[in-house]
């Protein structure tokens, strides 16, 4: 089956430093790759869609300046949390979805738990 | 607005016993849903999907059915087991949002033993 990774799986920075988290398809190719982000007791929202070769797609409300996007191969996207406050504490979530078949499900990662102190 | 939701946010169910989860969305628009499941501290897992132009579909021990008149989702969970115990979210996409996906609220299923 598909594989998506995340890497690390958690993470505890001061407040004012930037955190970059990985995300990796392992076993097939993914042009679009999805950033969510997830509050305690809370559903997952859709941050941005991260697309291979461009400019990641912001959803409306997300500063694109402070949550840095690069999809820089078929198989890797970075989220880059820049200037961390601890608001910013969540779990951040990627998905990858599988183009060729022209499949609308989406394979995602465990996750990575972000603490901002 | 466009928007899926969760009726119920928690659901205690007797080991062994069938579990129903339902959500309901708003956009007629909507033409694919899925089920997720997500244990603590882990990413969604896929459970079931279904199309628009079906009403119902059936995976091992798991029931999708799908009124698109009442615009309802409902998952079905034959003889839930102590593994079963999570936190379910129904999502849909369109193609007209680039199959991005909209998350309902999430229903957290409580398996007593």
């Known amino acids: 089956g598909a594989v998506v990774s995340q890497h690390p799986s958690w993470v505890i920075c001061k407040s004012g430093t930037s955190v970059k988290i990985e995300c990796r398809s392992l076993d097939f190719q993914a042009t679009t790759m999805f950033w969510y982000r997830q509050f305690p007791k809370q559903s997952l929202m859709l941050m941005a869609t991260?697309?291979?070769?461009?400019?990641?797609?912001?959803e409306q409300g997300v500063e694109k300046d402070k949550f840095l996007i690069n999809h820089a191969s078929l198989t890797l996207s970075t989220l880059t949390v820049t200037s961390a406050h601890p608001e910013d504490s969540s779990f951040y979530i990627c998905?990858?979805?599988?183009?060729?078949?022209?499949?609308?499900?989406?394979?995602f990662g465990p996750g990575t738990r972000l603490t901002v102190l | 607005g466009e928007s899926v939701g969760l009726h119920l946010p928690t659901l205690s169910v007797q080991e062994g016993d069938n579990s129903i989860i339902n959500c309901a969305y708003s956009n007629s628009a909507s033409d694919y849903f899925i089920w997720y499941k997500q244990e603590s501290g882990k990413g969604p897992q896929f459970i079931i999907d279904i199309r628009s132009n079906m009403d119902k579909r059936q995976g091992q021990r798991v029931t999708v059915l799908l009124n698109k008149t009442v615009k309802h989702l409902s998952l079905q969970i034959a003889a839930t087991q102590p593994g079963d115990s999570a936190v379910y979210f129904c999502?849909?996409?369109?193609?007209?949002?680039?199959?991005?996906?909209?998350f309902g609220g999430g229903t957290r299923v409580l398996v007593k033993p």
């Open positions: 999502a849909e996409t369109r193609k007209a949002a680039g199959n991005k996906l909209t």
């Open positions: 991260s697309n291979e070769g461009s400019k990641a797609t912001y």
């Open positions: 998905s990858a979805r599988i183009p060729s078949q022209g499949h609308n499900e989406q394979f």
